[in-house]
Protein backbone atom coordinates (compact mmCIF):
# COMPACT_ATOMS: atom_id res chain seq x y z
CA UNK A 1 0.00 0.00 0.00
CA UNK A 2 3.12 2.24 0.75
CA UNK A 3 4.44 1.54 -2.71
CA UNK A 4 1.02 2.47 -4.26
CA UNK A 5 0.66 5.76 -2.62
CA UNK A 6 3.53 6.57 -3.43
CA UNK A 7 3.40 6.27 -6.74
CA UNK A 8 0.07 7.93 -6.91
CA UNK A 9 1.64 11.26 -5.27
CA UNK A 10 4.52 11.04 -7.94
CA UNK A 11 2.25 10.83 -10.74
CA UNK A 12 0.09 13.33 -9.39
CA UNK A 13 3.21 15.74 -9.03
CA UNK A 14 4.71 14.96 -12.48
CA UNK A 15 0.83 15.61 -14.07
CA UNK A 16 0.95 19.13 -12.15
CA UNK A 17 4.49 20.23 -13.15
CA UNK A 18 4.47 18.92 -16.91
CA UNK A 19 0.69 20.35 -17.40
CA UNK A 20 2.56 24.07 -16.33
CA UNK A 21 4.90 23.40 -18.85
CA UNK A 22 2.58 22.26 -21.51
CA UNK A 23 0.34 25.35 -20.79
CA UNK A 24 3.40 27.70 -21.09
CA UNK A 25 4.08 26.25 -24.71
CA UNK A 26 0.14 26.77 -25.83
CA UNK A 27 -0.13 22.55 -26.23
CA UNK A 28 -3.06 20.44 -24.45
CA UNK A 29 -2.69 19.33 -21.00
CA UNK A 30 -2.98 15.58 -22.06
CA UNK A 31 0.05 16.03 -23.64
CA UNK A 32 2.05 17.46 -20.50
CA UNK A 33 0.18 14.24 -18.54
CA UNK A 34 1.55 11.42 -20.54
CA UNK A 35 4.58 13.06 -20.65
CA UNK A 36 4.95 13.26 -16.82
CA UNK A 37 4.02 9.51 -17.38
CA UNK A 38 7.21 8.64 -19.94
CA UNK A 39 9.54 10.88 -17.98
CA UNK A 40 8.39 9.35 -14.09
CA UNK A 41 8.32 5.94 -15.83
CA UNK A 42 11.14 3.04 -17.13
CA UNK A 43 11.24 4.81 -20.28
CA UNK A 44 13.35 7.86 -19.02
CA UNK A 45 13.98 7.77 -15.50
CA UNK A 46 12.30 4.54 -13.98
CA UNK A 47 11.63 6.24 -10.47
CA UNK A 48 8.34 4.84 -10.65
CA UNK A 49 9.08 1.19 -11.64
CA UNK A 50 6.42 -1.47 -9.94
CA UNK A 51 4.08 -1.99 -12.55
CA UNK A 52 1.36 -3.84 -10.39
CA UNK A 53 0.42 -0.32 -8.87
CA UNK A 54 0.63 1.34 -12.32
CA UNK A 55 -1.96 -1.29 -13.70
CA UNK A 56 -3.90 -1.09 -10.58
CA UNK A 57 -4.38 3.25 -11.42
CA UNK A 58 -4.43 2.73 -15.32
CA UNK A 59 -7.65 0.10 -14.60
CA UNK A 60 -9.17 2.49 -11.87
CA UNK A 61 -8.89 5.43 -13.84
CA UNK A 62 -10.16 4.27 -17.14
CA UNK A 63 -13.36 2.67 -15.52
CA UNK A 64 -13.99 6.30 -13.43
CA UNK A 65 -13.29 8.10 -17.06
CA UNK A 66 -15.60 6.02 -18.75
CA UNK A 67 -18.27 6.46 -15.89
CA UNK A 68 -18.19 10.08 -16.22
CA UNK A 69 -18.31 10.00 -20.71
CA UNK A 70 -21.84 8.20 -20.42
CA UNK A 71 -22.75 10.41 -17.38
CA UNK A 72 -21.94 13.86 -19.61
CA UNK A 73 -22.90 12.03 -22.90
CA UNK A 74 -25.87 14.06 -24.64
CA UNK A 75 -27.28 11.96 -27.39
CA UNK A 76 -29.72 14.33 -28.30
CA UNK A 77 -26.26 16.32 -29.69
CA UNK A 78 -26.83 14.03 -32.53
CA UNK A 79 -30.14 15.98 -33.12
CA UNK A 80 -28.36 19.20 -33.01
CA UNK A 81 -25.44 18.88 -35.23
CA UNK A 82 -26.76 18.51 -38.27
CA UNK A 83 -27.10 15.62 -41.20
CA UNK A 84 -24.03 16.59 -42.63
CA UNK A 85 -21.71 16.39 -39.63
CA UNK A 86 -23.20 13.16 -39.10
CA UNK A 87 -22.92 11.51 -42.53
CA UNK A 88 -19.88 12.70 -42.97
CA UNK A 89 -18.71 11.27 -39.57
CA UNK A 90 -20.27 7.57 -39.93
CA UNK A 91 -18.39 7.69 -43.62
CA UNK A 92 -15.45 8.80 -42.29
CA UNK A 93 -15.00 6.59 -39.08
CA UNK A 94 -16.14 3.68 -41.72
CA UNK A 95 -13.77 4.17 -44.08
CA UNK A 96 -10.51 5.28 -42.04
CA UNK A 97 -11.34 1.88 -40.01
CA UNK A 98 -11.29 -0.10 -42.80
CA UNK A 99 -8.10 1.19 -44.47
CA UNK A 100 -6.19 1.13 -41.10
CA UNK A 101 -7.71 -2.76 -40.84
CA UNK A 102 -6.79 -3.53 -44.83
CA UNK A 103 -3.20 -1.98 -44.05
CA UNK A 104 -2.55 -3.86 -40.69
CA UNK A 105 -3.78 -7.00 -42.43
CA UNK A 106 -1.49 -6.36 -45.30
CA UNK A 107 1.56 -6.01 -42.90
CA UNK A 108 0.79 -9.02 -40.62
CA UNK A 109 -0.57 -7.01 -37.68
CA UNK A 110 -3.24 -9.57 -37.07
CA UNK A 111 -7.04 -9.16 -37.37
CA UNK A 112 -7.76 -7.59 -34.13
CA UNK A 113 -4.60 -5.65 -33.81
CA UNK A 114 -5.10 -4.42 -36.87
CA UNK A 115 -9.06 -3.00 -36.18
CA UNK A 116 -7.45 -1.12 -33.47
CA UNK A 117 -5.05 0.49 -35.76
CA UNK A 118 -8.14 1.50 -37.94
CA UNK A 119 -10.17 2.70 -35.08
CA UNK A 120 -7.29 5.08 -33.40
CA UNK A 121 -6.87 6.41 -36.81
CA UNK A 122 -10.52 7.18 -37.42
CA UNK A 123 -10.90 9.46 -33.79
CA UNK A 124 -9.67 12.57 -34.24
CA UNK A 125 -9.06 14.88 -30.46
CA UNK A 126 -11.94 16.57 -29.07
CA UNK A 127 -10.26 17.95 -26.52
CA UNK A 128 -7.67 19.80 -28.93
CA UNK A 129 -9.90 21.15 -31.97
CA UNK A 130 -12.64 22.19 -28.73
CA UNK A 131 -9.63 24.04 -27.58
CA UNK A 132 -8.26 25.76 -30.42
CA UNK A 133 -11.46 26.78 -32.18
CA UNK A 134 -12.60 28.50 -28.47
CA UNK A 135 -9.46 30.25 -28.36
CA UNK A 136 -10.10 31.57 -32.18
CA UNK A 137 -13.53 31.90 -31.21
CA UNK A 138 -14.53 30.14 -34.64
CA UNK A 139 -17.05 27.50 -32.66
CA UNK A 140 -20.01 28.96 -34.74
CA UNK A 141 -18.20 29.42 -38.00
CA UNK A 142 -19.23 27.02 -40.66
CA UNK A 143 -15.99 25.18 -40.54
CA UNK A 144 -16.15 24.92 -36.36
CA UNK A 145 -20.02 23.93 -36.84
CA UNK A 146 -19.08 21.36 -39.13
CA UNK A 147 -15.55 19.88 -37.39
CA UNK A 148 -17.65 19.91 -33.86
CA UNK A 149 -20.33 18.28 -35.26
CA UNK A 150 -18.11 15.07 -36.64
CA UNK A 151 -16.17 15.33 -33.49
CA UNK A 152 -19.35 14.09 -31.56
CA UNK A 153 -20.31 12.05 -34.36
CA UNK A 154 -16.90 10.43 -34.07
CA UNK A 155 -16.62 10.25 -29.50
CA UNK A 156 -20.22 8.55 -29.96
CA UNK A 157 -19.06 5.84 -32.89
CA UNK A 158 -16.08 5.94 -30.28
CA UNK A 159 -17.97 4.38 -27.23
CA UNK A 160 -19.64 1.86 -28.99
CA UNK A 161 -16.67 0.93 -30.67
CA UNK A 162 -15.21 0.44 -27.51
CA UNK A 163 -17.74 -1.30 -26.23
CA UNK A 164 -17.24 -4.07 -29.09
CA UNK A 165 -13.40 -4.47 -28.89
CA UNK A 166 -13.60 -4.50 -25.07
CA UNK A 167 -14.89 -8.35 -25.62
CA UNK A 168 -12.28 -8.99 -27.28
CA UNK A 169 -9.55 -11.37 -24.95
CA UNK A 170 -6.71 -12.28 -26.13
CA UNK A 171 -7.83 -16.05 -25.06
CA UNK A 172 -10.15 -15.09 -28.10
CA UNK A 173 -6.44 -15.04 -30.62
CA UNK A 174 -5.14 -17.75 -28.76
CA UNK A 175 -7.26 -20.78 -27.80
CA UNK A 176 -8.56 -23.12 -30.72
CA UNK A 177 -11.99 -23.23 -29.66
CA UNK A 178 -14.42 -21.16 -26.88
CA UNK A 179 -17.18 -22.67 -24.30
CA UNK A 180 -20.11 -21.28 -22.93
CA UNK A 181 -21.56 -22.27 -19.86
CA UNK A 182 -19.02 -25.14 -19.77
CA UNK A 183 -19.84 -26.35 -23.00
CA UNK A 184 -17.34 -26.56 -26.35
CA UNK A 185 -19.33 -25.26 -28.75
CA UNK A 186 -16.29 -25.94 -31.76
CA UNK A 187 -15.64 -22.98 -33.94
CA UNK A 188 -13.89 -19.87 -32.34
CA UNK A 189 -15.32 -17.50 -34.63
CA UNK A 190 -18.94 -18.79 -34.27
CA UNK A 191 -18.77 -20.11 -30.73
CA UNK A 192 -17.32 -15.94 -29.70
CA UNK A 193 -20.01 -14.38 -31.53
CA UNK A 194 -22.89 -16.68 -29.73
CA UNK A 195 -21.04 -16.19 -26.21
CA UNK A 196 -21.13 -12.06 -26.61
CA UNK A 197 -24.67 -12.55 -28.12
CA UNK A 198 -26.05 -14.59 -25.01
CA UNK A 199 -23.84 -12.76 -22.31
CA UNK A 200 -24.49 -9.60 -23.81
CA UNK A 201 -28.31 -10.38 -23.92
CA UNK A 202 -28.14 -11.28 -20.21
CA UNK A 203 -25.88 -8.45 -19.44
CA UNK A 204 -28.25 -6.36 -20.42
CA UNK A 205 -31.54 -7.76 -18.73
CA UNK A 206 -29.86 -7.73 -15.52
CA UNK A 207 -29.24 -3.76 -15.97
CA UNK A 208 -32.32 -3.23 -17.20
CA UNK A 209 -33.49 -4.56 -14.08
CA UNK A 210 -31.45 -3.39 -12.13
CA UNK A 211 -32.36 0.72 -13.46
CA UNK A 212 -35.93 0.02 -13.66
CA UNK A 213 -36.99 -1.55 -9.36
CA UNK A 214 -33.62 -0.93 -7.34
CA UNK A 215 -31.80 2.23 -8.29
CA UNK A 216 -35.09 4.42 -8.14
CA UNK A 217 -35.38 3.06 -4.49
CA UNK A 218 -31.71 3.79 -3.90
CA UNK A 219 -31.68 7.15 -4.53
CA UNK A 220 -35.05 7.83 -3.13
CA UNK A 221 -33.36 7.55 0.33
CA UNK A 222 -30.15 9.01 -0.55
CA UNK A 223 -31.17 12.12 -2.20
CA UNK A 224 -31.35 14.03 1.00
CA UNK A 225 -27.73 13.39 1.92
CA UNK A 226 -24.81 14.43 -0.24
CA UNK A 227 -22.96 11.69 1.33
CA UNK A 228 -25.15 8.69 0.72
CA UNK A 229 -25.65 9.93 -2.91
CA UNK A 230 -21.96 10.19 -3.28
CA UNK A 231 -21.10 6.87 -2.02
CA UNK A 232 -24.39 4.97 -3.76
CA UNK A 233 -23.00 6.76 -7.26
CA UNK A 234 -20.14 4.99 -6.95
CA UNK A 235 -21.56 1.57 -5.86
CA UNK A 236 -23.85 1.60 -9.14
CA UNK A 237 -20.35 2.59 -11.45
CA UNK A 238 -18.64 -1.06 -8.88
CA UNK A 239 -21.55 -2.75 -9.13
CA UNK A 240 -22.02 -2.21 -13.15
CA UNK A 241 -18.54 -3.02 -13.26
CA UNK A 242 -18.49 -5.73 -11.89
CA UNK A 243 -21.46 -7.32 -13.89
CA UNK A 244 -20.27 -6.08 -17.05
CA UNK A 245 -16.88 -8.40 -15.89
CA UNK A 246 -18.82 -11.66 -14.97
CA UNK A 247 -19.97 -11.36 -18.42
CA UNK A 248 -16.78 -11.03 -20.13
CA UNK A 249 -17.11 -7.45 -20.93
CA UNK A 250 -14.61 -4.79 -19.97
CA UNK A 251 -15.15 -3.33 -16.63
CA UNK A 252 -14.92 0.39 -18.23
CA UNK A 253 -18.21 -0.68 -20.40
CA UNK A 254 -20.12 -1.45 -17.33
CA UNK A 255 -19.43 1.51 -15.32
CA UNK A 256 -20.28 3.79 -19.24
CA UNK A 257 -23.50 1.78 -18.57
CA UNK A 258 -23.88 2.81 -15.34
CA UNK A 259 -23.24 6.40 -16.32
CA UNK A 260 -25.71 6.73 -19.36
CA UNK A 261 -28.11 5.45 -16.65
CA UNK A 262 -27.36 8.12 -14.14
CA UNK A 263 -27.26 10.65 -16.79
CA UNK A 264 -31.23 9.59 -17.63
CA UNK A 265 -32.40 9.59 -14.27
CA UNK A 266 -34.77 12.92 -12.63
CA UNK A 267 -31.97 13.25 -10.31
CA UNK A 268 -28.89 13.37 -12.99
CA UNK A 269 -28.02 16.91 -11.92
CA UNK A 270 -27.54 16.26 -8.36
CA UNK A 271 -25.39 12.74 -9.11
CA UNK A 272 -23.31 15.11 -11.86
CA UNK A 273 -22.31 17.83 -9.25
CA UNK A 274 -21.65 15.10 -7.03
CA UNK A 275 -19.08 13.23 -9.07
CA UNK A 276 -18.22 15.85 -11.64
CA UNK A 277 -14.63 16.40 -9.51
CA UNK A 278 -13.83 13.08 -10.18
CA UNK A 279 -13.42 13.62 -13.75
CA UNK A 280 -10.31 15.64 -13.74
CA UNK A 281 -8.41 13.86 -11.05
CA UNK A 282 -8.94 10.58 -13.19
CA UNK A 283 -8.26 11.96 -16.60
CA UNK A 284 -5.13 12.85 -15.42
CA UNK A 285 -4.13 9.21 -13.62
CA UNK A 286 -5.21 7.50 -16.82
CA UNK A 287 -2.84 9.53 -19.11
CA UNK A 288 -0.37 9.88 -17.05
CA UNK A 289 -0.35 6.00 -16.11
CA UNK A 290 -0.43 5.66 -20.24
CA UNK A 291 2.81 7.49 -20.22
CA UNK A 292 3.96 5.23 -17.21
CA UNK A 293 3.70 2.38 -19.64
CA UNK A 294 5.65 3.51 -22.47
CA UNK A 295 9.29 1.99 -22.37
CA UNK A 296 11.76 1.55 -25.17
CA UNK A 297 13.09 -1.64 -24.32
CA UNK A 298 12.38 -4.40 -26.94
CA UNK A 299 11.15 -1.50 -29.19
CA UNK A 300 12.27 -2.73 -32.50
CA UNK A 301 11.72 -1.34 -35.36
CA UNK A 302 8.15 -0.23 -35.28
CA UNK A 303 8.78 1.81 -38.62
CA UNK A 304 5.51 -0.04 -40.35
CA UNK A 305 3.10 0.98 -37.27
CA UNK A 306 4.32 4.60 -37.39
CA UNK A 307 4.01 4.72 -40.72
CA UNK A 308 0.40 3.60 -40.48
CA UNK A 309 -0.86 6.25 -38.31
CA UNK A 310 0.79 8.61 -39.47
CA UNK A 311 -0.62 8.27 -43.26
CA UNK A 312 -3.60 7.30 -42.27
CA UNK A 313 -4.38 10.06 -39.17
CA UNK A 314 -2.61 12.94 -40.63
CA UNK A 315 -2.92 12.75 -44.72
CA UNK A 316 -5.79 9.70 -45.64
CA UNK A 317 -7.92 11.30 -42.67
CA UNK A 318 -8.29 14.67 -44.06
CA UNK A 319 -8.33 13.86 -47.95
CA UNK A 320 -11.84 11.58 -47.48
CA UNK A 321 -13.15 14.25 -45.21
CA UNK A 322 -12.33 16.70 -47.55
CA UNK A 323 -13.77 14.70 -50.30
CA UNK A 324 -17.28 13.67 -48.73
CA UNK A 325 -17.24 17.73 -47.80
CA UNK A 326 -17.25 18.13 -51.42
CA UNK A 327 -19.70 15.50 -51.82
CA UNK A 328 -21.90 17.60 -49.81
CA UNK A 329 -21.37 20.39 -51.90
CA UNK A 330 -18.91 22.32 -49.51
CA UNK A 331 -16.67 24.96 -51.22
CA UNK A 332 -12.67 23.99 -51.48
CA UNK A 333 -12.14 26.33 -48.93
CA UNK A 334 -14.38 25.21 -46.90
CA UNK A 335 -13.78 21.31 -47.26
CA UNK A 336 -9.83 21.87 -46.84
CA UNK A 337 -10.25 23.84 -43.31
CA UNK A 338 -12.66 21.43 -41.74
CA UNK A 339 -10.22 18.93 -42.61
CA UNK A 340 -7.45 20.13 -41.67
CA UNK A 341 -9.26 20.70 -38.03
CA UNK A 342 -9.48 16.79 -37.78
CA UNK A 343 -6.10 15.82 -38.80
CA UNK A 344 -4.36 14.11 -35.99
CA UNK A 345 -5.41 11.34 -33.67
CA UNK A 346 -7.34 11.54 -30.15
CA UNK A 347 -7.85 10.77 -27.03
CA UNK A 348 -10.31 8.17 -27.56
CA UNK A 349 -7.90 6.56 -29.79
CA UNK A 350 -5.42 6.23 -26.67
CA UNK A 351 -8.14 5.10 -24.38
CA UNK A 352 -9.03 2.06 -26.94
CA UNK A 353 -5.60 0.79 -27.20
CA UNK A 354 -5.13 1.36 -23.03
CA UNK A 355 -8.38 -1.07 -23.09
CA UNK A 356 -6.63 -3.44 -25.19
CA UNK A 357 -3.29 -3.59 -23.30
CA UNK A 358 -5.17 -4.43 -20.29
CA UNK A 359 -7.06 -6.92 -22.07
CA UNK A 360 -4.31 -8.61 -23.45
CA UNK A 361 -5.00 -8.04 -26.79
CA UNK A 362 -2.37 -5.55 -27.67
CA UNK A 363 1.21 -5.47 -26.86
CA UNK A 364 3.27 -2.50 -24.82
CA UNK A 365 5.20 -2.09 -28.13
CA UNK A 366 1.49 -1.06 -29.83
CA UNK A 367 1.03 1.25 -27.01
CA UNK A 368 4.18 3.11 -26.86
CA UNK A 369 3.82 4.08 -30.88
CA UNK A 370 -0.07 4.94 -30.39
CA UNK A 371 0.81 6.97 -27.80
CA UNK A 372 3.84 8.63 -29.67
CA UNK A 373 2.42 9.53 -32.72
CA UNK A 374 -0.64 10.73 -31.24
CA UNK A 375 1.38 12.86 -29.13
CA UNK A 376 3.14 14.12 -32.12
CA UNK A 377 0.23 14.33 -34.41
CA UNK A 378 -1.25 16.99 -31.71
CA UNK A 379 1.25 19.25 -32.09
CA UNK A 380 1.84 19.33 -34.76
CA UNK A 381 -2.16 19.94 -35.65
CA UNK A 382 -2.18 22.74 -33.07
CA UNK A 383 0.40 24.73 -35.77
CA UNK A 384 -2.02 23.45 -38.30
CA UNK A 385 -5.05 24.63 -37.15
CA UNK A 386 -3.23 28.10 -36.24
CA UNK A 387 -2.15 28.60 -39.51
CA UNK A 388 -4.64 27.23 -41.59
CA UNK A 389 -4.62 30.11 -44.12
CA UNK A 390 -1.31 29.79 -44.67
CA UNK A 391 -1.91 26.07 -45.05
CA UNK A 392 -5.11 26.32 -47.38
CA UNK A 393 -3.10 29.00 -49.72
CA UNK A 394 -0.03 26.45 -49.94
CA UNK A 395 -1.83 23.66 -50.88
CA UNK A 396 -4.35 25.88 -53.11
CA UNK A 397 -2.80 24.42 -56.41
CA UNK A 398 -3.33 21.12 -55.59
CA UNK A 399 -7.26 21.61 -54.10
CA UNK A 400 -8.21 23.35 -57.16
CA UNK A 401 -8.53 21.08 -59.57
CA UNK A 402 -11.23 19.08 -57.47
CA UNK A 403 -13.97 21.35 -58.66
CA UNK A 404 -13.43 19.84 -61.82
CA UNK A 405 -13.83 16.52 -60.34
CA UNK A 406 -17.11 17.00 -58.44
CA UNK A 407 -18.26 19.90 -60.18
CA UNK A 408 -19.76 23.15 -58.24
CA UNK A 409 -23.24 22.41 -58.55
CA UNK A 410 -24.28 26.03 -58.77
CA UNK A 411 -28.14 24.99 -60.33
CA UNK A 412 -28.65 23.64 -56.69
CA UNK A 413 -27.50 26.89 -54.84
CA UNK A 414 -27.92 29.36 -57.18
CA UNK A 415 -31.19 31.26 -58.49
CA UNK A 416 -30.36 34.73 -59.08
CA UNK A 417 -32.47 35.81 -62.28
CA UNK A 418 -30.74 37.61 -64.97
CA UNK A 419 -29.66 41.23 -65.08
CA UNK A 420 -30.47 41.39 -61.21
CA UNK A 421 -29.28 44.21 -59.19
CA UNK A 422 -29.85 43.79 -55.61
CA UNK A 423 -30.53 47.20 -53.40
CA UNK A 424 -30.07 45.21 -50.14
CA UNK A 425 -26.97 42.48 -50.09
CA UNK A 426 -26.55 40.38 -46.81
CA UNK A 427 -23.77 37.72 -46.84
CA UNK A 428 -23.82 35.16 -43.79
CA UNK A 429 -27.35 33.33 -42.85
CA UNK A 430 -27.09 34.22 -38.83
CA UNK A 431 -30.06 33.84 -36.30
CA UNK A 432 -30.08 37.44 -36.79
CA UNK A 433 -30.45 38.16 -40.53
CA UNK A 434 -32.71 35.29 -40.72
CA UNK A 435 -35.35 37.38 -39.48
CA UNK A 436 -34.27 40.33 -41.03
CA UNK A 437 -34.26 38.67 -44.52
CA UNK A 438 -37.51 37.36 -43.58
CA UNK A 439 -38.92 40.83 -42.90
CA UNK A 440 -37.30 42.43 -46.34
CA UNK A 441 -38.08 39.60 -49.01
CA UNK A 442 -41.31 41.18 -50.25
CA UNK A 443 -40.04 44.79 -49.39
CA UNK A 444 -36.76 45.00 -51.39
CA UNK A 445 -34.79 43.21 -54.05
CA UNK A 446 -32.53 41.12 -51.49
CA UNK A 447 -29.84 38.89 -52.17
CA UNK A 448 -28.28 36.14 -49.64
CA UNK A 449 -24.70 34.92 -50.39
CA UNK A 450 -23.89 32.02 -47.81
CA UNK A 451 -21.03 29.21 -48.04
CA UNK A 452 -22.80 27.11 -46.60
CA UNK A 453 -24.87 24.97 -49.02
CA UNK A 454 -27.63 23.56 -46.60
CA UNK A 455 -28.87 27.14 -45.81
CA UNK A 456 -28.11 28.52 -49.29
CA UNK A 457 -30.74 25.51 -50.66
CA UNK A 458 -33.07 26.12 -47.69
CA UNK A 459 -33.42 29.72 -49.09
CA UNK A 460 -33.32 28.84 -52.83
CA UNK A 461 -36.40 26.70 -51.86
CA UNK A 462 -37.89 29.73 -50.28
CA UNK A 463 -38.02 31.89 -53.72
CA UNK A 464 -35.26 33.80 -51.88
CA UNK A 465 -32.41 35.05 -54.87
CA UNK A 466 -29.43 33.09 -52.81
CA UNK A 467 -26.01 32.35 -54.24
CA UNK A 468 -23.85 29.46 -52.21
CA UNK A 469 -20.27 31.33 -52.36
CA UNK A 470 -17.37 32.29 -50.11
CA UNK A 471 -16.21 36.18 -49.56
CA UNK A 472 -13.11 35.60 -50.89
CA UNK A 473 -14.46 34.20 -54.03
CA UNK A 474 -13.17 37.00 -56.93
CA UNK A 475 -15.72 34.94 -59.60
CA UNK A 476 -18.77 36.59 -57.25
CA UNK A 477 -17.70 39.87 -57.94
CA UNK A 478 -17.95 39.30 -61.53
CA UNK A 479 -21.00 37.70 -61.56
CA UNK A 480 -22.98 39.98 -59.76
CA UNK A 481 -24.17 43.69 -60.10
CA UNK A 482 -23.05 45.45 -57.37
CA UNK A 483 -23.46 48.89 -58.80
CA UNK A 484 -26.97 49.81 -57.36
CA UNK A 485 -26.64 48.30 -54.04
CA UNK A 486 -28.22 50.52 -51.35
CA UNK A 487 -26.61 48.37 -47.97
CA UNK A 488 -24.42 45.61 -48.01
CA UNK A 489 -24.46 43.59 -44.64
CA UNK A 490 -21.69 40.94 -43.53
CA UNK A 491 -22.09 38.73 -40.91
CA UNK A 492 -19.73 35.80 -41.80
CA UNK A 493 -17.23 34.74 -39.84
CA UNK A 494 -14.47 36.64 -40.73
CA UNK A 495 -11.16 35.27 -41.60
CA UNK A 496 -7.75 36.93 -40.31
CA UNK A 497 -5.43 38.45 -42.39
CA UNK A 498 -2.54 36.30 -43.85
CA UNK A 499 0.59 37.24 -46.35
CA UNK A 500 -1.88 35.89 -48.91
CA UNK A 501 -4.42 38.36 -48.68
CA UNK A 502 -6.94 40.22 -46.59
CA UNK A 503 -9.64 38.71 -44.43
CA UNK A 504 -12.98 38.02 -45.35
CA UNK A 505 -14.39 41.30 -44.79
CA UNK A 506 -11.51 43.53 -45.55
CA UNK A 507 -11.75 42.05 -49.28
CA UNK A 508 -15.14 41.95 -49.91
CA UNK A 509 -15.86 46.23 -48.54
CA UNK A 510 -12.77 47.01 -50.82
CA UNK A 511 -14.40 44.99 -53.92
CA UNK A 512 -17.70 46.80 -53.09
CA UNK A 513 -16.04 49.81 -52.77
CA UNK A 514 -13.82 49.91 -56.06
CA UNK A 515 -17.61 49.61 -58.13
CA UNK A 516 -20.10 51.58 -55.37
CA UNK A 517 -18.76 54.55 -53.46
CA UNK A 518 -22.02 55.17 -51.51
CA UNK A 519 -23.59 51.86 -50.70
CA UNK A 520 -23.70 51.65 -46.81
CA UNK A 521 -21.82 48.37 -45.85
CA UNK A 522 -22.35 47.19 -42.13
CA UNK A 523 -19.51 44.55 -41.00
CA UNK A 524 -19.15 42.44 -37.60
CA UNK A 525 -16.13 42.35 -36.39
CA UNK A 526 -14.69 39.91 -33.22
CA UNK A 527 -12.14 42.83 -32.09
CA UNK A 528 -12.10 46.41 -31.68
CA UNK A 529 -8.47 46.56 -33.31
CA UNK A 530 -9.78 44.52 -37.01
CA UNK A 531 -12.95 46.81 -37.16
CA UNK A 532 -10.41 49.57 -37.11
CA UNK A 533 -9.21 48.15 -39.83
CA UNK A 534 -12.58 47.47 -41.40
CA UNK A 535 -13.34 51.50 -41.21
CA UNK A 536 -10.35 52.42 -42.74
CA UNK A 537 -10.95 49.39 -45.83
CA UNK A 538 -14.27 51.63 -46.33
CA UNK A 539 -16.88 50.11 -43.72
CA UNK A 540 -19.76 52.75 -42.91
CA UNK A 541 -20.44 50.71 -39.60
CA UNK A 542 -18.30 47.75 -38.13
CA UNK A 543 -20.66 46.26 -34.98
CA UNK A 544 -18.59 44.70 -32.26
CA UNK A 545 -21.07 42.38 -29.97
CA UNK A 546 -18.65 42.14 -27.16
CA UNK A 547 -18.16 46.18 -27.08
CA UNK A 548 -22.11 46.52 -27.49
CA UNK A 549 -22.69 44.02 -24.83
CA UNK A 550 -20.30 46.14 -22.89
CA UNK A 551 -21.65 49.58 -23.35
CA UNK A 552 -25.48 48.12 -22.48
CA UNK A 553 -24.16 46.57 -19.44
CA UNK A 554 -22.66 50.09 -18.19
CA UNK A 555 -25.76 51.75 -19.40
CA UNK A 556 -27.86 49.30 -16.84
CA UNK A 557 -25.95 49.65 -14.18
CA UNK A 558 -26.51 53.53 -14.12
CA UNK A 559 -30.02 53.04 -14.15
CA UNK A 560 -30.33 53.40 -10.28
CA UNK A 561 -34.03 52.39 -10.32
CA UNK A 562 -34.89 48.99 -10.02
CA UNK A 563 -38.70 48.86 -11.07
CA UNK A 564 -36.61 51.28 -14.23
CA UNK A 565 -34.67 47.86 -14.10
CA UNK A 566 -37.68 45.51 -14.41
CA UNK A 567 -39.39 47.51 -16.96
CA UNK A 568 -36.56 47.56 -19.41
CA UNK A 569 -35.84 43.86 -18.55
CA UNK A 570 -39.73 43.20 -19.33
CA UNK A 571 -39.51 45.29 -22.64
CA UNK A 572 -36.09 42.99 -23.96
CA UNK A 573 -37.90 39.92 -23.27
CA UNK A 574 -40.46 41.06 -25.49
CA UNK A 575 -38.26 42.03 -27.60
CA UNK A 576 -37.21 38.73 -28.01
CA UNK A 577 -40.59 38.04 -29.54
CA UNK A 578 -41.62 41.29 -30.96
CA UNK A 579 -40.15 44.63 -31.56
CA UNK A 580 -40.50 46.38 -28.60
CA UNK A 581 -38.63 49.68 -28.08
CA UNK A 582 -35.90 48.19 -25.56
CA UNK A 583 -32.93 50.28 -26.85
CA UNK A 584 -34.93 53.74 -27.70
CA UNK A 585 -35.81 52.87 -23.95
CA UNK A 586 -32.37 52.50 -22.82
Same mark, same amino acid.
Given at each position: ?????????????????????????? =????? $???????????????????????????????????????????????????????????????????????????????????????? !??????????? *?????????????? &????????????????????? +???????????????????? $????????????????????????? %???????????????????????????? @??????? %?? =?????? +?? %????????????????? $????????? %?????????????????????? !??? +??????????????? @?????????????????????? =????????????????????????? !? !????????????????????????????????????????????????????? &????? +??????????????????????????????????????????????????????????????????????????????????? *????????????????? &???? *?? @??????????????????????????????????? $?????? &??????? @?????
Amino acid at each position: MGEFLVTLGLMVIGASALALLAKWCK =QPLII $GYVLAGIILGPAVTGIVHDWEPILWVSELALIFLMFIIGLELDLNKIRDVGKVSVLVGLFQVTIMTALGWGAGMLFGFGTIPSLYIGL !VIAFSSTILVV *KLLDERKETSSTVG &ELALGVLITQDILAVLALALV +GTFKSSVVDVPSVTLFGLDL $GSPLLTTSVTILVNGLLFVALAFLF %FKYIMPWLFKNTLESHELLFISSIAVVF @FLAALAG %FF =QFSLAI +GS %FVAGIALSTATYSHEVV $GRVKPLKDF %FLILFFVSLGLQITFADFGSPY !VLI +GILFVGGMVLKPLVT @FILLKLFDYNNHTAFLTSLNLA =QMGEFGLILVASGVLAGVLTAQTLT !V !VVLVTIISMVLSTYFIEYDQEVYHFFRPFVEPWDRIFGTHPEEVRNVPDRYAP &EIIIF +GITLVTADIITMLRNKHRILVIDYNPARAISYKEQGIPTICSDAIDIDLYESIDFSKAKFVVSVIHDTSDTVYGPSSNAFLIR *KIRNVNKHAAIIVTSKT &EDRG *KK @FYKAGATVVLTPAIMGKRILKELLRVHDVKKLQHL $GALYFK &EMHHDAP @FMKEL
